[in-house]
């Protein structure tokens, strides 16, 4: 058990989060007298360049899209894969969007989207999405668990439940939520030969794809303030190690297998880089193989790869990303939809929050998103 080797900050406030909530304040203040209420106001970018206004159009024309197809439970359930993992993928878009998370027009929309996150963890064993998931169990806990991260410390706990609520043991708070997911994550990784993780929290075998997603979170976790063991982040990050070739390339599953995959060469590239392993050689591989394949599209899962390939690049080359940045732009442009959506493999609620989380590197709001 980890029961004391976990503890998070006392404060909900006490992180990096809250100077961006604070840099929008300011921003707000200064533009309100300029605004229509009635409508978001999107941010310019945090280091003070202007955000493209085709990104701030764009992207508020998403927002509108999921804010108008979230259901009252605060879920999506627009087809593809429903789940807390894809919840959080869309909370993640409205902090990201620079709105003040606890009085923004999409504040409600947050609020929601976390109680039903945090209402979806089992109790007992801490997995966001329980065991009955199945084949995207651990997806489901990997991102539902960023999402808590990312929304820790800057959503005021106090207004996260309605006022008169029956506490029936889900109503926890974040840090609760979260220290349970890290946790969990850390139980099912000691019971897997490779250090990594699947689909399933008591699988023993692991996938690159998998294990990005429950690496990011349990890293996002750490910069909140939760306590996360060593053990952890250095087992992930040796089983990436095994799955990188000195070429860049990042293999799926098992031995070998070395395939051409833009998405996981992003994923190896960003473990690598919020991990603090920019001076290994596999993290030199990798961002050197996608710094070279700047104009070459995904074959598959388009919308996850720009995810990944976005935060990577800007991680790991700013200057490359930059170029990359503005055909992501143009292409998504051309292929938003009427109502703001985006269309594409895993269902539209999961590729429309993959697409604007891919171009919310022009804001920079998210934690996990800062250099």
Not at 81 to 87: A, R
Request: contains cysteine; hydrophobic residues 40%; proline residues 4%.
């Amino acid at each position: 058990m980890m029961k004391n080797e976990i503890r998070h900050t006392t404060s909900p406030f006490g992180r990096s989060g809250v100077l961006a909530v604070l840099a929008f304040h300011i921003m707000l203040l200064a533009s309100c007298l300029f605004c229509q209420p009635t409508f978001a106001q999107l941010p310019t970018i945090q280091m003070g360049e202007a955000v493209p206004r085709d990104v701030r159009e764009m992207y508020e024309k998403g927002l509108r899209y999921l804010a108008s197809s979230q259901s009252e439970a605060g879920d999506w359930n627009s087809g593809g894969y429903p789940g807390p993992g894809v919840t959080g993928m869309a909370v993640m878009t409205f902090l990201a969007s620079g709105e003040d998370p606890n009085f923004g027009i999409y504040s409600g929309n947050i609020r929601r989207g976390l109680r039903n996150i945090l209402e979806a963890q089992d109790a007992e064993t801490g997995i966001l999405g329980g065991r009955h998931a199945g084949h995207s169990s651990m997806y489901n806990h990997g991102f539902a668990m960023l999402a808590i991260a990312e929304a820790y410390g800057a959503v005021d706990e106090r207004t996260l439940w309605p006022v008169g609520s029956v506490s029936d043991g889900k109503k926890r708070s974040l840090g609760e939520a979260l220290e349970l997911a890290v946790r969990a994550s850390v139980t099912s990784q000691k019971k897997n030969r490779f250090g990594g993780w699947r689909y399933g929290p008591d699988a023993t075998d692991a996938d690159t794809s998998v294990s990005g997603a429950m690496m990011v979170g349990l890293l996002a976790a750490r910069n909140a303030g939760i306590e996360v063991p060593d053990e952890a982040i250095d087992r992930g990050v040796a089983y990436f190690k095994s799955m990188t070739s000195s070429s860049g390339q990042v293999a799926y599953s098992g031995v070998g297998g070395f395939d051409d995959s833009i998405a996981r060469i992003s994923i190896g590239t960003l473990v690598y880089a919020v991990a603090r392993r920019k001076d290994m050689p596999e993290f030199k591989a990798t961002i050197a193989s996608l710094a070279n394949r700047l104009e070459q599209p995904s074959q598959n899962y388009v919308r996850y790869a720009q995810y990944y390939q976005a935060q990577a690049l800007f991680q790991g080359n700013v200057e490359a990303w930059e170029k990359w940045n503005r055909q992501l732009v143009a292409e998504l442009k051309a292929a938003q939809q009427e109502d703001g959506s985006f269309s594409g493999e895993l269902g539209v609620t999961v590729d429309t929050s993959l697409s604007l989380l891919a171009m919310a590197l022009n804001f920079r709001f998210l934690p996990i998103y800062e250099r």
